[in-house]
C-alpha cells in the first residue's frame, strides 16, 4: 500500500479537474480566454520575448507589484516566452523571483527544444530542491501551486509526460543524464489487467488518458537515451522490454501497431550496439552479458552465450543473423581446430571422417581424461 497516499491525492485531484470542467462545460476548450493585459505587464511579456535583459532587469528591480505570471493572449507567461526564445539570461533573471509560476512548464518546454543550459538553469530553481518534484510522476505530485499548469491553456504537454519521460522521446542524453542524477526514474506502467484502485479510477475516469499514459510512459523506456543512461545492462534491458512490448501487442490490440514499433525499436537498438562492436572482447561482452551463469550445462572456460539464448528465445532474428555474432559463433565452432577453417571443403570433409572413425577411441580417450588436451 506504498501509493496509498498518492491514490488518494490523485483522486481528489481528479475530482477537482471534473469539477472545474463541469463548472466551465465543453466549450471551454474552444472558447479564446477574456484576458487584459496592463500596458506594463505588455511591455514586461514583450522584453522576455525578445531577451531584452536590461528592460528585464530593470522593470524586476524598479516596479514594485510587477505580476510576474502575467500571460499573454497565448497563455503563456514570461518565463514561458523567455525559455522558448532560448534567453538564457533573461530566464536566470527571472527565476530569481519567489513567487514564479508554471517553472514546470518551462522546464518541459526546455526540454523539448533541447535547450541544456536553460534546463540545468531551471533545474537549479529552489522548487526542484525538493527532490519529489522530479521523481514523482505529475499525477503523484500535488500541483495545488502553479508549478506545472498542464490542463490551462497555453501548454502542449499531457498530464502523464514527465521531464525525463520527454527528455527521453526526444533523445536528449545529455538531459536525461542530468535528470536522472537527480534520481528522476520512469516509472515502468501496471500491468495491462492490473486491479489496483489507481488503475480502476483513471481507467474509469479517462480511459483514453489511461490508454496514452502507458504508451507514453514505454516510448520513454525504450527510447535508446534512456535505455542505454538508465540502466547497467542495456542490452539484457532492451531485449526484456522487446520481448514485454511484443506481449503488449498482442494484448492491447487498438494500439499493436504502437507497442510492435516500439518493440522493433528496442530489437535495433541491440542490433545497433552490435554494429557498434570494435573488437571480439565487445562481442563477448554482448552476446555473454555479465552476470554469472547458473547453468549446469555449461562448460568451464566457455562463453555462456546468455545474452544469444535469450535473444535466440525472444525470436530477435536481426541479432543472431548479424555479422558480428555469426563470426563470434563461427569461432567458437573451430575452437580446437583454428587451422580447419582455412582449409578447402575437401579436407573439411575428411577430417570429420577421421574424427567419425576415430570417434570410439575418443570417447575411450575422454572417459579417463576428461579434460586432457585431445578431448
Ligand atoms: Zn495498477
Known sequence: RRHSSADRS???????AKRRQAMRGPAYMFSAPSFSLSEV??????????????????????????????????????????????????????LGRADLARVGDALLLAISKGYVRITEALLSHP?????????????????????????????????????????AHCQEYEIVHTLLSKGARIDPPHDYFCGCDSCNYQQQYDSFSHSRSRINAYR???????????????????????????????????????????????KDYVVGLLDLCRSTEEVEAILNGETVSDDSFDMPGRPSLTRLKLAIKYE??????????????????????????QQTTAVKLLVVLAVAIGLPGLAVAYWVTPCSRTA
Open 10 to 16: 490523485l483522486t481528489a485531484r481528479l475530482s477537482a
Open 41 to 94: 505587464e505588455q511591455r514586461f511579456l514583450e522584453a522576455a520575448e525578445y531577451g531584452n535583459i536590461p528592460e528585464v532587469r530593470r522593470m524586476l528591480l524598479h516596479i514594485p507589484n510587477l505580476n510576474v505570471n502575467a500571460v499573454d493572449y497565448m497563455g503563456q507567461n514570461a518565463l514561458q516566452l523567455a525559455v522558448a526564445n532560448e534567453h538564457l539570461e533573461v530566464t536566470e533573471l527571472l
Open 127 to 167: 522548487s526542484f530542491r525538493d527532490a519529489h518534484r522530479l521523481t514523482a510522476s505529475p499525477a503523484q505530485v500535488d500541483m495545488l501551486d502553479d508549478f506545472y499548469a498542464y490542463d490551462e491553456d497555453g501548454t502542449r504537454f499531457s498530464h502523464d509526460v514527465t521531464p525525463v519521460i520527454l527528455a
Open 220 to 266: 520513454g523506456l525504450a527510447s535508446p537515451a534512456y535505455l542505454s543512461l538508465s540502466s547497467e545492462d542495456p542490452v539484457l534491458a532492451a531485449l526484456e522490454l522487446s520481448n514485454e512490448l511484443a506481449m503488449l501487442a498482442d494484448i492491447e490490440k487498438e494500439f499493436k501497431n504502437d507497442y510492435s514499433r516500439l518493440s522493433n525499436q528496442c
Open 316 to 341: 530477435l532474428k536481426k541479432f543472431v543473423a548479424h555479422p558480428n555474432c555469426q563470426q563470434q559463433l563461427l569461432s567458437i565452432w573451430y575452437e580446437n581446430l583454428p587451422g580447419l577453417r
